[in-house]
């Protein structure tokens, strides 16, 4: 179950061109990667070095996680420029 809300999570959370990739409410397709898309996958996660047992979930589309750009940290010692 906790697999499942991290997934959920992720598809709030993550967005491509400034949208989440999911709205709460629309139909959700997954599917298997393409020979292609696994190949390449396989490629970069083998040179990685990661460990293959680990659960992966791949988007086919480039995600950023605006959490991961937090400007509330560090505000203490922000300057004013008034």
């Known amino acids: ?15 491509h ?6 709205d709460g409410s ?3 397709c997954l599917r298997s990667a393409r020979p292609e ?3 390449v996958w396989q490629a970069d ?6 460990n293959a047992k680990s ?3 791949v988007f086919l589309l480039p995600v ?3 959490s991961k750009f937090d400007d509330d940290h560090g505000d203490e ?5 008034d």
Request: glycine content about 6%; overall charge negative; proline content about 5%.
């Open 37 to 39: 898309e696994a190949a």
């Open 17 to 22: 061109g400034g949208r989440s990739l999911w």
């Open 64 to 66: 950023i996680d605006p």
């Open 26 to 28: 629309a139909e959700i």
């Open 1 to 15: 179950m906790c697999r499942v809300k991290t997934f959920v999570r992720d598809l709030h959370v993550l967005q």
């Open 55 to 57: 659960p992966w979930r």
């Open 77 to 81: 010692d922000h300057t004013d420029f």
């Open 45 to 50: 996660h083998d040179a990685s070095g990661q």
